[in-house]
């Protein structure tokens, strides 16, 4: 909980930084450099190809969490709760308990912001686990293309009393995926916890995006995500040097032998 007391009063002072871990290596390299690790439900799409984050099973969060929270020093860890986990508030205690114990992960990561999903939250959090919320766009029920939230005055509304409910109901933070910028403006500025920014303007309290992505790994078409380096190439450049090596019997040379 002292993590995410430091974070709180963040808000107003300093932007907070948050990105995507599947695995041990690259928590490991981003942990000194983001104030929250999200193991996203994302690891879907980027690592499994699957088309929609409704395929990633429990399972396989708690297993790339495990690997995560070995290369975590100082960040908060939150872990996403996938598809079909938290449908009732007996699902979503016994589920969000069982990832919590195996990961030891800060907190979780709920979708959504209607009566149903906060009486759950509520619930969780009477529970003492810590909760993130998430509104905008919604990965784990969107059908169809995606596409930003907010554009009528009644689904402004609408995200802006979500946002307050789930103030309310006790979550410390909340991810805007794909929110107007305005909006994102008018909900930060509105509520006391922290929103994070995903395609959602500089205005939130902090941005997240997905490392794979950030990294060049990915070749994301996404409008929000800008590569700021290109991994690919470096690994092509070392494999292509590797293979040089090995064909030319310079590898392994002496040095590298018992």
């Given amino acids: 909980m002292k993590k995410i007391k430091n974070l709180l009063l963040k808000k107003n002072k300093t932007k907070i930084v948050c990105l995507t871990a599947y695995s041990k290596n690259i928590a490991q390299e981003i942990d000194n450099f983001v104030d929250?690790?999200?193991?996203?439900?994302?690891?879907?799409?980027?690592?499994?190809?699957?088309?929609?984050?409704?395929?990633?099973?429990l399972e396989m969060m708690i297993n790339h969490s495990k690997s995560v929270r070995k290369g975590i020093t100082k960040s908060l860890m939150v872990v996403d709760m996938p598809y079909n986990t938290y449908r009732n508030k007996s699902e979503a205690l016994k589920n969000c308990k069982k990832v919590m114990k195996e990961t030891k992960c800060d907190a979780v990561k709920l979708e959504g912001g209607n009566k149903k999903i906060v009486?759950?939250?509520?619930?969780?959090?009477?529970n003492k686990i810590p909760v993130m919320g998430h509104l905008g766009l919604l990965p784990q029920n969107e059908k169809?293309?995606?596409?930003?939230?907010?554009?009528?005055?009644?689904?402004?509304?609408?995200?802006?009393?979500?946002?307050?409910?789930?103030?309310?109901?006790?979550?410390?933070?909340i991810?805007?995926?794909?929110?107007?910028?305005?909006?994102?403006?008018?909900?930060?500025?509105?509520?006391?916890?922290?929103?994070?920014g995903i395609g959602a303007s500089q205005h939130c309290d902090g941005?997240?995006?997905?490392?794979?992505?950030?990294?060049g790994l990915t070749n994301s078409k996404i409008k929000f995500v800008k590569e700021f380096g290109n991994v690919r190439k470096t690994i092509r450049d070392a494999v292509k040097k590797y293979k040089t090596e090995v064909q030319s019997l310079k590898y392994p040379s002496k040095k590298y032998l018992y």
Avoid: M, P, W
């Fill in 175 to 196: 991810v805007l995926e794909c929110v107007e910028k305005k909006l994102s403006k008018e909900i930060t500025d509105q509520i006391k916890i922290i929103t994070i």
């Fill in 119 to 126: 009486e759950i939250i509520k619930h969780l959090i009477k």
């Fill in 36 to 57: 929250i690790i999200l193991v996203g439900d994302s690891l879907g799409s980027v690592l499994y190809d699957f088309d929609t984050t409704r395929s990633v099973t």
């Fill in 144 to 173: 169809g293309k995606f596409t930003f939230k907010g554009k009528s005055s009644k689904e402004k509304l609408r995200l802006l009393n979500e946002a307050k409910v789930l103030e309310r109901a006790g979550v410390f933070a």
């Fill in 207 to 215: 941005q997240i995006l997905v490392t794979d992505d950030l990294i």
